[in-house]
């Protein structure tokens, strides 16, 4: 399974693009850049070193809701949520060329954004989280129900720890996306090398 980290700088103990530089190079697969209080300004520019250091480590990197961020910056692509433009739109009306990842919460959701042009699903949250508050999670058995909607990647987000993420080897996820666990640790390449070591085994 593929490891990603969800950035929140409100969580980091350290600066965020230093979190980015020890995740990428502990050898996170990919950093999904998910601030979604910045105004499109803030975000490039703090998506600028994080470019430059995805670039340097050869991370992917796909920036949360704001197309235009995603296309500035050029990113790998966009992770596209309920306030953002739909997949359709960028795909077809835009005509963007590059990767067009949707947040997906429903096997509905996740069969329409494929027909739209998704290019992979985050669907979450399937375990407990405090980043979802007074929300059940959904569980591996939402997980298999979209999964058995869909041929493209599926990345399970939500909860994901060295202790969940077990659970998830073997589930047909292609990938696990994570926040608290690296954001907020005290060392985040060592966070980073113990979920890759549950991810890779
Ligand atoms: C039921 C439900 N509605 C909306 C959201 C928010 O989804 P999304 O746009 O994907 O934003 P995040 O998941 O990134 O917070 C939701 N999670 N559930
Ligand atoms: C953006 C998002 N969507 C579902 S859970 C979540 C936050 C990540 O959860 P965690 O902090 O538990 O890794
Ligand atoms: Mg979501």
């Known amino acids: 399974m593929q490891l990603y980290l969800v950035t929140n700088r409100k969580q980091c103990l350290l600066p965020l693009p230093e979190v980015v530089r020890q995740a990428a190079g502990a050898g996170v697969n990919g950093i999904i850049l ?17 470019r430059k250091i995805t670039g340097e480590t050869g991370t992917t990197l796909i920036v949360a809701d704001r197309l235009e961020v995603a296309m500035a910056v050029q990113a790998d692509g966009v992770l596209l949520g309920y306030s ?6 960028v795909k077809q009306t835009i005509g963007y060329r590059g990767e067009i990842w949707a947040s997906v919460h429903s096997p509905a959701e996740a069969r329409q954004a494929q027909q739209n042009g998704a290019t992979a699903l985050v669907a979450g949250h399937i375990f407990t989280t405090d980043c979802k508050p007074g929300l059940n999670p959904k569980g591996i058995s939402f997980l298999k129900e979209i999964l058995a909607q869909v041929t493209i990647p599926v990345i399970a987000i939500g909860g994901i720890t060295s202790s969940t993420a077990p659970s998830l080897i073997g589930s047909g996820a292609a990938g696990v996306a994570v926040m608290s666990y690296i954001n907020n640790a005290q ?3 060592l966070a980073t090398r113990k979920l890759l070591a549950v991810c890779t085994r």
């Open 187 to 189: 060392e985040p390449s």
């Open 34 to 50: 998910r601030e979604k209080d910045l105004t499109s300004r803030e975000l490039y520019e703090l998506a600028l070193p994080i």
């Open 84 to 89: 953002s433009l739909p997949p359709g739109v």
